[in-house]
């Protein structure tokens, strides 16, 4: 399927590692041209080596986005570079890989992390972005959550442990917003939607490895193996599992689909979304 995205200006926050990195491959596989930005300068560098590899232009912006003129600063050089603005992947998220034991003892910084870190930038971005994009006839944002967004998750459900407030707040807020500025921009030709992805295959992973076979006393292949064995189909979930959604959402044939939520979790989660 052609997808149309060859030339294409795409801006792809917390692009330096993990699934912002694989997005900005594929999308220069498609193609597109990109601008990328993260908080570490050297891991921002070598994703763009990646992907101008790929033969495609690209260019990095070091840029720590819980500042707020940071946002606006990204969007600006971005659209100065390349003169126009037409695909935003909200990826930034601050991390919460330390999260507190219970909700009673979490502080106020740990509730707020990820509404401050992921759902407040998405705001800010998009915010930057919706007149170059309406300046352009329109345009896609494609804003990355998590399935904590749609449940609570249980003691042994995850390998982590603690209370996962601080993910499910981020996570729904950041839906919620994407709901409400589908509906306001819609008429402008600007499309917006959420992505929900579940335990992922990327740099973080070999830590819940090693989390669950500590956990339970088990050797890390068969702490993979019972990882692995709470996703139904039976494996973990690769980048290459998320990153056709996201081609796809932000590309011109996706112009009908707009305020959605959608999770990509192996069946991992048992409620019925409609």
């Known amino acids: 399927m052609e997808l149309n995205l060859r030339n294409a200006v795409v801006l792809i926050t ?71 603005l037409d695909v935003l992947v909200n990826n930034a998220s601050a991390s919460v890989d330390t999260t507190p034991k219970s909700i009673e003892v979490a502080t106020d910084a740990q509730v707020m992390a990820r509404i401050n870190g992921k759902m407040l930038v998405a705001v800010r971005c998009a915010r930057a972005a919706l007149p170059h994009m309406r300046k352009g006839g329109g345009g896609r944002i494609v804003n990355i959550g998590g399935t904590a967004a749609r449940t609570t998750f249980r003691p ?91 081609l796809l959402l932000a590309s011109p044939l996706s112009g009908a689909t707009t305020g959605q939520a959608i999770a990509v979790d192996g069946g991992a989660l048992r409620g019925v979304t409609y």
Do not use: M
């Open 14 to 84: 917390g692009a330096s590692r993990g699934l912002g990195r694989e997005f900005a491959i594929a999308f220069a596989g498609e193609g597109a041209r990109i601008a990328i930005c993260a908080r570490d300068s050297t891991k921002l560098e070598a994703t763009a080596a990646a992907v101008r590899q790929r033969g495609v232009e690209c260019l990095a912006i070091q840029a720590d986005l819980l500042e707020g003129a940071a946002c606006q600063r990204v969007v600006d050089d971005t659209v100065e570079h390349f003169g126009r």
């Open 156 to 246: 042994g459900d995850l390998p982590s442990e603690g209370s996962g407030l601080a993910q499910g707040l981020g996570n729904s807020s950041l839906a919620n917003f994407s709901k409400y500025l589908a509906d306001e921009v819609a008429a402008d030709h600007i499309v917006v939607n959420t992505i929900h992805p579940h335990l992922i295959r990327t740099d973080r992973h070999t830590q819940r490895v090693t989390w669950q076979a500590k956990k339970f006393g088990v050797s890390e292949s068969e702490a993979e193996a019972q990882i692995a064995a709470q996703i139904p189909i039976g494996r973990i979930l690769e980048p290459s599992d998320v990153t056709p959604l996201v």
